[in-house]
Antibody, heavy 116, light 107 residues
Framework: EAHLEESGGGLVQPGGSLRLSCSAS????????MHWVRQAPGKGLVWVSH????????NYADSVKGRFTISRDNADNTLYLQINSLTPEDTGVYYC?????????WGQGTTVTVSS | DIQMTQSPSSLSASEGDSVTITCRAS??????LNWYQQRPGKAPKLLIS???SVESGVPSRFTGIGAGTHFTLTITALQPEDFASYYC?????????FGGGTTLEIK
């Protein structure tokens, strides 16, 4: 059964960096666009970024442009999100999801907490 | 960027009731509208894509309609597992924005 599993979250100080990972299994990862979506505590879903199946095209929400970088390793079936210059407003659960524009498979999320 | 507005933000209902959630887009998105369900502490789950196509395994009590800028999700004969949060998402153009969400609570 197709599965996504995020990792790499944790507690980081303001201004710090993290690299989130999303490991994919049991589907043809290299044929799917992939996304990151985040959710602040008690708030709604916010689309963050997506990347084309071959890694040649990526887009970002304005709120993260210039600070976040999405990438992928199709040989390792892994999606990444490099997040820099973190602020408390970046605190939340980060989900990876599969799909071109319809997100039909989601991971369980990894939690990022930005606090001093 | 396309803005998605959901209403109401919260809703109370009883088991067996029917409810309708509305989602409006700031511009014409044709039928590129998807609905997700999120139970507390869980990942979102795709319910409906393309405004009205119900995903495999989703009960028939979930119905989506609409096109252009106005969309609705109706849930009939509410079951205990339906009390959750619901989000619309436009897939017409990047950034693929979500609505603010609707929390469906037990009355």
């Amino acid at each position: 059964e197709a599965h996504l599993e995020e990792s790499g979250g944790g507690l980081v100080q303001p201004g710090g960096s993290l690299r989130l990972s999303c490991s994919a299994s049991d589907f043809a990862f290299n044929t799917y666009w992939m996304h990151w979506v985040r959710q602040a505590p008690g708030k709604g879903l916010v689309w963050v970024s997506h990347i084309k199946y071959d890694g040649t095209n990526a887009n970002y929400a304005d709120s993260v442009k210039g600070r976040f970088t999405i990438s992928r390793d199709n040989a390792d079936n892994t999606l990444y999100l490099q997040i820099n210059s973190l602020t408390p407003e970046d605190t939340g659960v980060y989900y990876c999801a599969r799909g071109w524009e319809v997100l039909d498979l989601w991971g369980q999320g990894t939690t990022v907490t930005v606090s001093s | 960027d396309i803005q998605m507005t959901q209403s109401p933000s919260s809703l109370s209902a009883s088991e067996g009731d029917s409810v309708t959630i509305t989602c409006r887009a700031s511009q014409n998105i044709r039928s590129n509208l998807n609905w997700y369900q999120q139970r507390p502490g869980k990942a979102p789950k795709l319910l409906i894509s393309g405004a009205f196509s119900v995903e495999s395994g989703v009960p028939s009590r979930f119905t989506g309609i609409g096109a252009g800028t106005h969309f609705t999700l109706t849930i009939t004969a509410l079951q205990p597992e339906d009390f959750a949060s619901y989000y619309c998402q436009q897939s017409f153009s990047s950034p693929f924005s979500f609505g603010g969400g609707t929390t469906l609570e037990i009355k």
